[in-house]
């Protein structure tokens, strides 16, 4: 039997999501494989995380080459990878709060990227004058990962409608980030 590895870390990564301290045996019995077979495409719980890790930042790339945030204002921008992101905000809630992630010297340079990414739609956004010029690009951004995580926790656990997703985290965001008149 061939398995599909990308398939076994989307079945880790929607497992981990909802319970992060699942054991290896959990995610074998979640992908429908034995713990030998997971153990000889992942050695450990770090080396899946690892990979979850590149499959996150994979997709975290892909939402925002979608969002198309260079285009049309930045509110905007953001609305459009609030909704990118949607699909994978799961993953990327479980992936922000693992800790071994962003521990020492080795953070991986895709988070990088895509920070940088993301805190130049926020400051374009500041550019344009549409939002606080009092909160650092790198704050917002932060921001946006947590309420992204949150509002993907809130969604699996019922406390907020799936269809509440976009609305409710670009509204809190905005709300919050945009500038005053009388700034």
Same mark, same amino acid.
């Given at each position: ?10 079945? &880790? &990564? ?14 074998? *019995?979640? &992908? ?7 153990? *000889?495409? +992942? ?12 499959? =996150? ?25 609030? &909704?990118?992101?949607? !699909? ?5 809630? +479980? ?15 895709? @988070? ?10 926020? *400051? ?6 549409? +939002?606080?010029?009092?909160?650092? !690009?790198? @704050? ?8 992204? =995580?949150?509002?993907? @926790? ?10 509440? +997703? ?18």
């Amino acid at each position: 039997m061939t398995v599909d590895r990308e398939q076994v870390l989307r079945t &880790a &990564a929607a497992l981990l999501s909802r319970k992060s301290t699942a054991t290896m045996d959990e995610v074998a *019995r979640a &992908a429908g494989i034995g713990r030998a077979t997971l153990h *000889r495409h +992942f050695a450990g719980r770090d080396a899946l995380v690892k990979a979850l890790e590149q499959l =996150g930042i994979q997709e975290f790339e892909v939402s925002i080459d979608r969002a198309r945030l260079d285009e049309g204002t930045a509110d905007d921008g953001l609305r459009r990878l609030v &909704a990118e992101m949607e !699909p994978v905000a799961e993953l990327l809630a +479980f992936l922000v709060t693992e800790n071994q992630l962003f521990e020492g010297d080795q953070i991986n340079e895709g @988070w990088s990227r895509l920070d940088a990414r993301v805190s130049a739609l926020f *400051r374009r956004g500041q550019e344009q004058g549409v +939002f606080r010029i009092d909160l650092t !690009p790198a @704050w917002l951004t932060e921001a946006l990962y947590g309420l992204i =995580g949150t509002c993907a @926790w809130a969604v699996m656990d019922g406390r907020v409608a799936k269809n509440d +997703f976009q609305y409710m985290i670009a509204e809190l965001l905005l709300g919050g980030a945009r500038r005053s008149v009388e700034q």
